[in-house]
């Protein structure tokens, strides 16, 4: 149990692209899995033993505390830092510094779900006595990412940018250990990034930076469709967590969700409040916003649609984003990402893109 570590999660970020279409809330508060990301990676550090994690915060941060509260009810300690102007992640985790009296702090990015063993990282971080230790995973297409290499001891040897042959698949998971005093020693009062500046600057001046590397359940939130897919493996319970608000499954129905006994929910879709979803339609991996309605013989397939939004009948989405409000006239169809933004309507027929037989 990690009853000695303290946390720190920086939330402050107003990043993703699907806010503007559904939510004004920081992504780290987007409904998934039924209920704000952040619980879903509050859970986990609470079940690792941690009572006590700092928020780092700034866009829209009273969110959280409204939310959150003390973080009594989920048998943690929680302290909201609200950032003035955008720091970075180093200067985020150094704004921070003077709320933290634990020796070791492992710090998150608020936007990463992943099922790694804390305990695990936090061991490796002391076994190896490093002075900051990262959580890597392999992937299975390491270019879109930065990679990390690590020496047979462990230790992190370069901090590498993008490129079509990246000599490693470990990549960095968004989760750290440090030492008080190396928080201490990140510059203060300006914007200061961990992977451009503060590794790069340690393993210059001859620290111990050590890598957890593990094949852990990850994966980053940044994009709508990477939400969707998160939010389905934590209802179907390939991504851990201890906030689900149901038992894990094919789909989880939320208070006042009706779904018609011919319809078929699968693929760990959310259904939220008072959605109504009618006779023979299909939902598959999708996450429905409160109020939703789906009507007969609609296809909705590894898709949002916002709250009070509605998909009529026999109308298909594939990937699809579909703001709060908005109408998908009957027989539509909407394909490779397409948004539709708030209170739009598409008339019946409007929008197709396989041909009419």
Known sequence: MLDDVEAVVLVGGKGT??????????KPMLPTAGVPFLAHLLSRIQAAGVRRVVLGTSY??????????????????????????????????????????????????GDVLCGTDLTAVVDTHRRTKADATLHLVRVQDPRAFGCVPTDEDGRVTAFLEKTEDPPTDQINAGCYVFRREVIESIPEGRPVSVERETF???????????????????????????????????????????????????????????????????????????????KGARVDGSMLFDGAVVEDNARVVNSVVGTGARVEESAALYDAVIGDRAVVGAHC???????????????PHGLRFSPDV
Do not use: C, Q
Request: glycine share 14%; hydrophobic share 40%.
């Open 17 to 26: 692209r699907l806010r503007p279409l559904t939510l004004s809330a920081p």
């Open 60 to 109: 829209l941060a009273e969110t959280f505390s409204d939310f959150f509260g003390d973080g009594s009810a989920m048998g943690l300690e929680l302290e909201y830092v609200v950032e003035t102007e955008p720091l970075g992640t180093g200067g985020g985790i150094r704004n921070v510094f003077k709320y933290l009296s634990a020796p070791d702090v492992l710090v998150f990015n």
């Open 200 to 278: 790069p600057d340690m393993l210059e001046a001859g620290a111990r930076v050590s890598g957890h590397v593990d094949a852990a359940y990850w994966r980053d939130l940044g994009t709508p469709l990477d939400l969707v897919k998160g939010s389905a493996d934590l209802v179907r319970g390939v991504a851990p967590s201890d906030a689900l608000p149901g038992p894990t499954g094919e789909s989880l129905l939320l208070e006042g969700a009706t779904v018609d006994d011919s319809a078929r929910v699968f693929g760990g879709t959310t259904v939220g409040r008072g959605v109504k979803i009618g």
């Open 333 to 347: 169809e909407l394909r490779h990402g397409m948004r539709i933004w708030p209170d739009v309507v598409l008339p």
